[in-house]
């Protein structure tokens, strides 16, 4: 049996500002070759800061600490943030809070935003932005709820849960990138990495 070949070729060494396993995954994928550096930021939200402004700052701030460092790359940062009403739901720091933030999310239509920068300072590019997907959750008993906490699959996952995986069953509907709530908005991506002849078809 042939083996296949990776649909895209990058045009310049890449390197992904993020240890997130779900992101290395997309852009293996795709057939792509890249370094995986990840950013040492501080993430906290500034006071009263909006989550898509946040996930568009961490992203951005992501980029460019490593893009400084090495100039000839292109450098894809990017930041996933749950909210709700304005609220901006992290990775949860026990399993209280992840329980807490499930009974939240029940039965309500939450925001997940990924802010995206794509930085290469050797050529001047700076683009940042953000895809917003819709995500409904239906609803669970505490039983359930805690079971899956049981799982630990939600302890590092924003929001305390993982769509693409046990975390699935929790959903009810999505409206927009379903890559974009794994992580990653690879259609977004792919877009702006060919616009600025990063990328080429293998």
Known sequence: MTPSRGMFTACCPLILASSSPRRQEFLSQLGLDYRV????????????EAPE????RMAATKAEHIATVFPESCVIGADTVVALDGSIFGKPRDRHEAL???????????????????????RSIKEVNTITTLVTFDTFSDDILQSYIDSEEPMDKAGAYGIQGKGTFLIR?????????VGLPV??????????????PH
């Open 53 to 56: 402004c946040f996930a568009r």
């Open 100 to 122: 807490t933030t499930l009974k939240i999310l029940q039965g309500q239509t939450h925001q997940v935003i990924t802010g995206f920068a794509v930085y290469m300072q050797q």
């Open 37 to 48: 550096m990840p950013a040492i930021i501080d993430e906290t939200p500034a006071p009263g």
């Open 187 to 200: 259609n977004a991506i792919v877009q702006v990495l060919l616009r600025h002849h990063l990328l080429q």
């Open 173 to 181: 509907s999505i409206t927009g990138s379903y890559s974009n709530v």
